[in-house]
């Protein structure tokens, strides 16, 4: 009798099980490096796909939004302005993301973060001045205060009113560090809020 009983509800566990797979799969976040940062306080932040334009933000300041786009071919990754070579990575292995983000006051920037030939952390915050992209926030820059450590991935962590998280993960040794800072609008470009970095260790 307990084996007959077993033999029927042996079916309706498997199911119940691939349903809830399903929902985890559907459910699920979609990782911050896949495009998705989290944003509050009026904050917008876009995603770009290799190849795709993106006109959602006013790059260029010039109160027009701008067509941005990205290519990456033969370890070379390439972003584009308005049809214009803007930015060039000529020694990438890998491109976690290339985006754009807008504060809440309005100012745009674009964020680049790649890994490159020697499996280091690249690229950065960048914004428009005097019809430049320039870098002003150094993602890899962050372990500069942590001796010896190299830094393997980072970012963007999250964008709040006129406020960037950013991060950094690096290896020191046997060690593995994660540092962050955050950002905020000031004096027309983004510095950081405190002089001192946030540095966990495991």
Not at 59 to 84: A, H, I, M, R
Not at 91 to 99: D, E, G, H, P, W
Not at 111 to 138: C, F, P, R
Not at 160 to 174: F, I, L, P, R, W
Request: include cysteine; charge should be positive.
């Amino acid at each position: 009798m307990g084996t007959s009983t077993m033999k029927r509800t042996m079916p309706f566990a498997i199911v119940l099980a691939g349903v809830l797979a399903i929902a985890l799969v559907v459910f699920a976040p979609k990782a911050a490096y896949a495009g998705d940062i989290a944003t509050s306080g009026g904050a917008k932040y876009y995603g770009i796909e290799s190849g795709k334009v993106c006109k959602k933000v006013d790059l260029t300041g010039n109160k027009k939004k701008d067509k941005v786009k990205y290519t990456f071919k033969s370890k070379k990754l390439t972003v584009y302005v308005n049809g214009k070579k803007s930015l060039t990575f000529s020694k990438a292995k890998y491109c976690n993301y290339v985006s754009v983000f807008k504060l809440k006051n309005g100012k745009a920037f674009l964020a680049v973060s790649l890994v490159n030939k020697k499996g280091l952390l690249d690229g950065g915050v960048y914004q428009y001045k005097s019809g430049k992209l320039k870098k002003v926030i150094d993602f890899a820059a962050l372990t500069k205060s942590q001796k010896g450590a190299k830094s393997t991935f980072g970012g963007l962590a999250s964008i709040d009113k006129n406020t960037v998280h950013v991060y950094c993960e690096a290896k020191q040794g046997k060690s593995y560090l994660n540092i962050s800072r955050d950002y905020t609008y000031k004096s027309k470009t983004l510095k950081p809020v405190k002089k001192s970095l946030q540095v966990s260790r495991w």
